[in-house]
């Protein structure tokens, strides 16, 4: 089963907490993300209102796939992994940020895709650096417009 993999970093001129919040409001990202179609959180943690489940609709290079994943959650990261998908068999990443000062935010996005999909190494991994790429350029662009 091939594994693919890309992270990538980005300073936001927007403060941690907006950042923070941004990357958290899961339903919001298809504002963001040009590969989200449509996201539904799914359930909440009840201590502290986080996204503990989500479900997605995403366009990607061989089709339009729908998954749900399950997020953790620290003071300075989100990280989830896959609970179910249909073209991937499973997916890992995390958002970790940085206060770079009071209004410039480093935010590093790393994620590993699974899948069964029949496609040379180079064309799997130019696409997750994209799409990795993309993520970190929608997030800028949305916070710092």
């Not at 923070?20 to 963001?32: I, K």
């Not at 179609?37 to 502290?48: H, K, P, R, T």
Request: glycine share 6%; with cysteine.
């Amino acid at each position: 089963m091939p594994t693919d993999h890309a992270q990538q970093t980005v300073e936001v001129a927007a403060p941690f907490d907006v950042v923070l919040a941004t990357v958290r409001d899961v339903e919001g990202q298809p504002d963001w993300i040009p590969e989200i179609i449509e996201a539904e959180l799914l359930e909440v943690y009840e201590a502290d209102e986080l996204p503990a489940t989500a479900r997605f609709k995403a366009s990607a290079t061989v089709g339009t796939d729908h998954y749900t994943l399950s997020y953790e959650h620290g003071d300075d990261t989100m990280s989830w992994t896959m609970v179910e998908g249909h073209l991937q068999t499973g997916q890992e990443g995390c958002y970790s940020l940085r206060r770079v000062d009071p209004r410039t935010t480093s935010v590093t996005y790393d994620l590993t895709i699974h899948h069964n999909l029949p496609l040379p190494g180079f064309v799997r991994s130019r696409v997750i650096k994209g799409l990795v790429a993309s993520t970190l350029t929608g997030l800028k662009a949305h916070l710092e417009e």
